[in-house]
């Protein structure tokens, strides 16, 4: 029997944001993770701990359910036991990551049109130089 091939790094990685709670609270800093390469395997665990480091909830989402948008959530004990009280008010913003070099084919595909003639203005200026210019499949 082969082993099993190896989980990308970013997916073994873990993130830790530790902040201290006071009344009132004040806003924690972001917490960014930059590139995940398998987001349908990655998940993202919330722990709440009081000062003495005993665990008050937690919660493990993953990362592919997660919506953009202002959010409470709901934590949860040891047990994996809904607690009643205890929830988490976040901002989560999603983006997709284009690896470098790649940004010009996302804009163009997202953007068709503007793309379309942004290539036909180019055309012109290369035309007007005395250029002749191989033209685009539509």
Request: proline residues 11%; contains cysteine.
């Amino acid at each position: 029997l082969s082993s099993p091939p190896s989980l990308p790094p970013s997916v073994s990685l873990s993130h830790y944001l530790s902040l201290s709670l006071s009344l009132p609270p004040s806003l924690p800093p972001s917490l960014s993770l930059t590139q995940v390469i398998l987001p349908d395997l990655a998940v993202l665990r919330i722990a709440v701990y009081d000062d003495n480091n005993k665990l008050i909830g937690q919660r493990i989402l993953p990362l592919e359910g997660l919506q953009a948008g202002y959010r409470h959530i709901s934590l949860r004990n040891e047990g994996n036991k809904p607690l009643s009280l205890p929830t988490v008010f976040c901002n989560i913003v999603l983006k997709t990551y284009v690896p470098e070099g790649f940004g010009a084919i996302v804009d163009a595909l997202s953007d068709p049109k503007k793309f379309l003639s942004i290539a036909e203005k180019r055309a012109d200026q290369m035309r007007a130089l005395g250029i002749e210019t191989v033209a685009t499949p539509v």
